[in-house]
């Protein structure tokens, strides 16, 4: 039985409430807090003790991460942009004998910048999510973002 499921947990089927809600929670974190600086919402839906892991620039706590897009993203609103690939996006839930305690969301998300009143693409790159149920309440609690790579010109 184990091993039987260990190979039938596939992800989430797209109209499933949880795959809802966290598409919802990434919408949060980067179409409310990342595009359009509302960088309160963040601290909803993050962990205290989260930890962002980056290929560029490394590991970040809870207070770093928020200070990195009030003080990089955010500086000059408007500016930058992120969105989700179509498609890509990827929910699988995590249970302990039957109850669902967390889930694994993953994605791949391209970069823009406007300058000149001109939007490019600066880049793309793979993220992926653990998000933890802590007082019925999902909580983001480890970020990899990976696999950064310039937009071909």
């Not at 969105?83 to 302990?96: D, I, T, Y």
């Amino acid at each position: 039985m184990f091993v039987y499921s260990l190979f039938t947990n596939a992800q989430v089927d797209k109209n499933s409430e949880i795959y809802k809600v966290l598409k919802a929670n990434d919408s949060i974190i980067f179409d409310r807090a990342f595009n359009n600086c509302e960088v309160d919402k963040l601290e909803l839906i993050i962990a205290d003790d989260i930890e962002f892991y980056h290929d560029i620039v490394g590991v970040q706590n809870r207070e770093e991460f928020i200070n990195a897009v009030k003080n990089n993203i955010c500086s000059n609103p408007g500016t930058y942009t992120r969105k989700l690939v179509e498609n890509s996006l990827e929910v699988h839930q995590l249970k302990n004998n039957g109850t669902i305690y967390g889930a694994i969301q993953k994605g791949k998300h391209d970069f823009y910048v406007k300058e000149n009143n001109k939007i490019r693409k600066t880049g793309t790159a793979q993220f992926t999510h653990l998000w933890i149920l802590e007082n019925e309440k999902w909580k983001l609690k480890r970020v990899l973002s990976f696999d950064h790579k310039n937009a071909k010109e």
